[in-house]
Nanobody
């Protein structure tokens, strides 16, 4: 059974760092486009960072220079290193995989077939 499980969320003060992990089981994560999205109550899922099948990294403007997406192929895990966190980064963070229509922009949430359950990130000022 294909499954994505996020971990690493928590509470941190502004300026701090967190590292989120997304463990993939049932398939090799390096075979698909993968991404991190985040969502706050009342709003849609917002693309944060993505790693294409070719290994190219994409970042939302709001997180460029602060977040880094990478893949641990040995452990089949997608990682999001978040530095210089701001209160506005507070959200539920989701891992997504397998972009179905690769002709659409990479941060289109409905285009991803697989999703994890999410991990909460809270940044206090």
């Amino acid at each position: 059974q294909v499954q994505l499980v996020e971990s690493g969320g928590g509470s941190v003060q502004a300026g701090g760092s967190l590292s989120l992990s997304c463990a993939a089981s049932g398939y090799a994560s390096s075979r698909y486009d993968m991404a991190w999205f985040r969502q706050v109550p009342g709003k849609g899922r917002e693309g944060v960072a993505a790693l294409s099948l070719s290994g190219f990294a994409y970042y939302a403007d709001l997180v460029k220079g602060r977040f880094t997406i990478s893949q641990d192929s040995v452990n089949n895990t997608l990682i999001l290193q978040m530095n210089s966190l701001k209160p506005e980064d507070t959200a539920m963070y989701y891992c997504a995989a397998e972009r179905e229509n690769r002709g659409l922009p990479i941060f289109v949430a409905y285009n991803y077939r697989l999703w994890g359950q999410g991990t909460q990130v809270t940044v206090s000022s």
